[in-house]
C-alpha cells in the first residue's frame, strides 16, 4: 500500500512539474541578411530539384568577381576547394546554436578559418567553381547540420521559384 501512495505521488509530482515548469526556449536564429553590398538586387532562385532542396542560387548580370557578403555575424569555421566536384571553392560561417550558412562556387577567398565576421564582411567573391555552369553565389542556411529554409531579416524566402531580394536592412 505505501508502495502505490509513493508510486501515485510520484506520477501527481511529475505531472505537476511537466505543467508548471516551461520547457527551455529554442534557440533563436541569427538575424540573416542578404548576403550582397546594401541596396543591391540579386535574382534568387529556388527549385525542388536542387541539392539541398532549400538552397538559394543568386544571379544578376555580370556577377563573376562580385563581393559575397558574411549573412550574419559569425566565426569561418571552413574555407575549402573541392576542385571541380560539389561546391568548388566554398566558405562555411558558424553562427552558434546549430545555425550555419554555407557560401559556394567562389572564384576566391577573402577570409580564413578562424576569423571572426560581421554583417556585411567580405568572404569572397562570386564564381562558377566545382559543379557550376555559369556564375552564381550558391547560398544554404542549415541548422544542426540540416538544410533549412533561408530567412532574410526574419522572412522567409520564396519556395520555389525566382524573386528578387535587395538588402536593405543595416545599410
Not at 127 to 146: A, D, F, I, V
Request: net charge positive; glycine share 12%; proline share 6%.
Amino acid at each position: 500500500m505505501r508502495f502505490r501512495v509513493a508510486s501515485v505521488l510520484t506520477v501527481g509530482l511529475t505531472l505537476v512539474a511537466a505543467v508548471l515548469v516551461p520547457a527551455s526556449p529554442a534557440a533563436a536564429a541569427p538575424t540573416f541578411r542578404v548576403p550582397f553590398p546594401c541596396n543591391q538586387t540579386w535574382s534568387g532562385q529556388t527549385r525542388s530539384n536542387h541539392s539541398p532542396p532549400y538552397a538559394i542560387d543568386f544571379n544578376r548580370a555580370n556577377d563573376a568577381g562580385k563581393p559575397v557578403k558574411a549573412s550574419a555575424p559569425g566565426t569561418v569555421d571552413v574555407v575549402a576547394n573541392l576542385g571541380d566536384t560539389s561546391y568548388g571553392k566554398y566558405v562555411r560561417i558558424n553562427h552558434g546554436n546549430g545555425y550555419t550558412t554555407y557560401y559556394a562556387h567562389l572564384s576566391s577567398f577573402n577570409t580564413k578559418v578562424g576569423a571572426s565576421v560581421g554583417y556585411g564582411k567580405t568572404i569572397g567573391y562570386v564564381g562558377t567553381t566545382g559543379n557550376s555552369t555559369g556564375p552564381h553565389l550558391h547560398y544554404e542556411q542549415r541548422l544542426n547540420g540540416s538544410a533549412i529554409k533561408a530567412r532574410f531579416n526574419g522572412n522567409l524566402a520564396l519556395y520555389f521559384g525566382t524573386k528578387n531580394y535587395t538588402r536593405t536592412v543595416g545599410c
